[in-house]
């Protein structure tokens, strides 16, 4: 038992110390939310999308009149959640060119339509939790997830401005221990003369929400973005537990069938 235990130990440490040492933050696993609170989270993270996402990114598979689907009416998209002229049957686009994008921020803003199934709901959560401020970058922002991000972090002024700390440790092994000591987002970089960063975020400037106002705003739209991914998806999930009920009843109906065509023959 022991030995499994260590084992295991084991393992598990060599699992983290390899994702460390490729050089990937360790990220923050998103809050789920309850079936109950599921529309009105999902609702939110629409009008989050909408409001700070949709100028740069697309959702070029999602419709707008699908939001329907969340409970809210036709008239509530339109003055909520649209605000160009696009028709209410219309998917998610924007005016912004690929080749204006590219030119603008050096790399053009992905549709966001199936980013939740590409990168996981933990990744984009940790992600949009990331962002800190750096002079050396172009648009003067960074991420701890996705090192020189060419977005900028299109919601400082409610997360408030995050700074950077890095500190230096001889080996990887010191480094290590360091970074499953720390709270939170971290990420381990090897750096010249076999020597490691550990880089994890602290409080800067506050912004206009809480940290927890600001996590939970950021889960509604991981929600949000994790839905328009698969909006089938509790369809999906309810038909195919019918389909199985369906096949177990005919299953015992079938059998009973056959039980008494083949009574005569014993
Ligand atoms: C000012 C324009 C702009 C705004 C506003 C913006 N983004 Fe971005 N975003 C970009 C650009 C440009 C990239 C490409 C970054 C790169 O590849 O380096 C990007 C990349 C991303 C990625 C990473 C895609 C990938 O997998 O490579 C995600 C996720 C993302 N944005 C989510 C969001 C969310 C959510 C919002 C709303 C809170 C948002 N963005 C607002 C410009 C923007």
């Known amino acids: 038992m022991n030995l499994i235990v260590r084992f295991a130990g084991g393992f598990l440490l060599a699992a983290a110390g390899v994702a460390l040492a490729q050089g990937e933050a360790r990220l923050i696993p998103a809050p789920s939310v309850s079936g109950f609170e599921r529309d009105a989270s999902l609702q939110r993270g629409a009008r989050n999308f909408a409001n700070y996402c949709l100028n740069c990114h697309s959702a070029?598979?999602?419709?707008?009149?699908?939001?329907?689907?969340?409970?809210?009416?036709?008239?509530?998209?339109?003055?909520?959640?649209m605000f160009a002229t696009e028709k209410i049957g219309g998917t998610m686009t924007v005016a912004m060119t690929t080749a204006d994008a590219t030119a603008w921020f050096g790399a053009p803003p992905?549709?966001?339509s199936v980013e939740a199934r590409v990168r996981g709901k933990d990744w984009l959560y940790s992600y949009l939790l990331a962002f800190y401020r750096d002079d050396k970058t172009a648009t003067g922002w960074n991420n701890l997830v996705f090192p020189n991000?060419?977005?900028?972090?299109?919601l400082w002024s409610l997360s408030g401005q995050k700074k950077l700390v890095d500190i230096e440790y001889e080996d990887r092994d010191k480094a290590e221990a360091a970074a499953v000591a720390a709270k939170g987002l971290v990420l381990v970089e090897p750096a010249v003369g076999g020597k490691y960063f550990v880089k994890?975020?602290?409080?800067?400037?506050?912004?206009?929400?809480?940290?927890?106002?600001?996590?939970?705003?950021?889960?509604?739209?991981?929600?949000y973005l994790d839905y328009i991914s698969e909006p089938v998806k509790n369809d999906?999930?309810?038909?195919?537990?019918?389909?199985?009920?369906?096949?177990?009843?005919?299953?015992?109906?079938?059998?009973?069938?056959?039980r008494d065509y083949w009574k005569e023959l014993h």
């Open 149 to 154: 991000v060419a977005m900028p972090h299109a």
């Open 236 to 258: 999906r999930i309810n038909i195919g537990i019918v389909v199985l009920i369906f096949l177990g009843v005919l299953f015992a109906l079938v059998y009973a069938l056959k």
């Open 60 to 81: 070029q598979y999602m419709r707008y009149n699908r939001l329907t689907d969340l409970g809210l009416t036709e008239a509530q998209i339109k003055d909520n959640l």
């Open 110 to 112: 992905p549709d966001l």
């Open 200 to 223: 994890t975020l602290t409080e800067g400037t506050p912004g206009a929400l809480t940290n927890v106002e600001y996590e939970r705003f950021v889960s509604d739209l991981v929600n």
